[in-house]
C-alpha cells in the first residue's frame, strides 16, 4: 500500500496525487504540514518537506523523485514523454515550474492567503503588486512561446503540465489567474490541467477544505 504525506494544497503534493489518480494507484493520504515540527513527517522526510512517499520498504521524498519513481514502478499509464528530446525537455518544465514559478505563485498567495488568515495580518499589497507586475510577466511571456494552443505539452496530460499549472491553483486562492488577454496559450493550458479528470477531483476537496 502506497502512503503519501503532505497538505493536499500544496503544488508538489498535488502534482504527486494527480500522479497516483492518473496511474489509477490506490493509496493512503495523511495530512501533513512541513517545518510544523511533525515527528512523523520529520521521519519520513528529513528535510520536512512535502511530499514524502512509502511503498512497502521504501521510503523517498521530493515529488520530482515520488513522480519518476511511480513511473519507473507503475509504468502502464506513463506520465513522462518516451522521446529522449521531449523527456528531457519535460524535465526542464518540471523543475522550471517547481522553482521560479512556484515561488512566485506562492508569494502571491503567502501574501493575499496566508498573512491575512493565519497570521492575521494585513494584506502587503506592494509587495504582491511587484510579483504581479515585475516578477511573472517574464515567466508568463516565456512560458506563452513554448506551450501549445490546443491540449497539452507532449500530446496526454503530463508531470510538465502538472508542474506548470499546478502553482497557479494556489494563486487562484488568492484572487490571482493568468490573464488569458495577454497570455492566451497558457493560461488555456492551466484551463486544461484544472478540469482534467485526475486534478478536477482534488480541487474539488480541496475548495471544499477552504470553504468555497
Known amino acids: ?4 504525506y503532505g497538505a493536499n494544497a500544496s503544488p508538489f ?16 493520504h495523511i495530512p501533513s504540514m512541513p517545518f510544523s515540527g511533525d515527528k512523523e513527517l520529520a521521519r519520513v522526510s528529513p528535510l ?11 521510503n523517498i521524498a521530493d515529488s520530482k523523485v515520488i513522480c519518476r519513481y511511480l513511473e519507473s514502478a507503475y509504468p502502464d499509464v506513463p506520465v513522462y514523454p518516451t522521446d529522449l528530446k521531449d ?21 502571491i498567495f503567502f501574501h493575499r492567503f496566508m498573512v491575512p ?11 504582491v503588486n511587484k510579483i ?32 506548470l499549472a499546478s502553482p497557479f491553483v494556489n494563486a487562484g486562492y ?5 490573464d488569458a488577454g495577454k497570455w492566451p496559450k497558457f493560461a488555456g493550458l492551466v484551463d486544461r490541467v484544472k478540469a482534467h ?9 480541496e475548495a471544499a477544505a477552504f470553504g468555497r
Open 48 to 58: 520536512q518537506k512535502v511530499p514524502a512517499l512509502i511503498d512497502g520498504d521504501l
Open 13 to 28: 503534493v498535488r502534482k504527486v496525487m494527480a500522479v497516483l489518480a492518473m496511474k489509477d494507484l490506490s493509496y493512503e
Open 1 to 4: 500500500m502506497i502512503t503519501l
Open 132 to 163: 504581479i507586475d515585475e516578477k511573472l510577466p517574464p515567466m508568463l511571456d516565456y512560458l506563452e512561446g513554448q506551450v501549445p494552443a490546443e491540449g497539452f505539452l507532449f500530446g496526454d496530460l503530463s508531470v510538465a503540465d502538472l508542474a
Open 87 to 107: 523527456r528531457a525537455r519535460a524535465d526542464w518544465f518540471e523543475e522550471y515550474g517547481g522553482t521560479v514559478l512556484a515561488e512566485a505563485a506562492a508569494g
Open 117 to 127: 488568515n493565519v497570521f492575521k495580518r494585513p494584506v502587503d499589497e506592494d509587495a
Open 174 to 178: 488568492a484572487q490571482y489567474s493568468v
Open 197 to 205: 479528470g485526475a486534478v478536477a477531483p482534488l480541487l474539488e476537496a
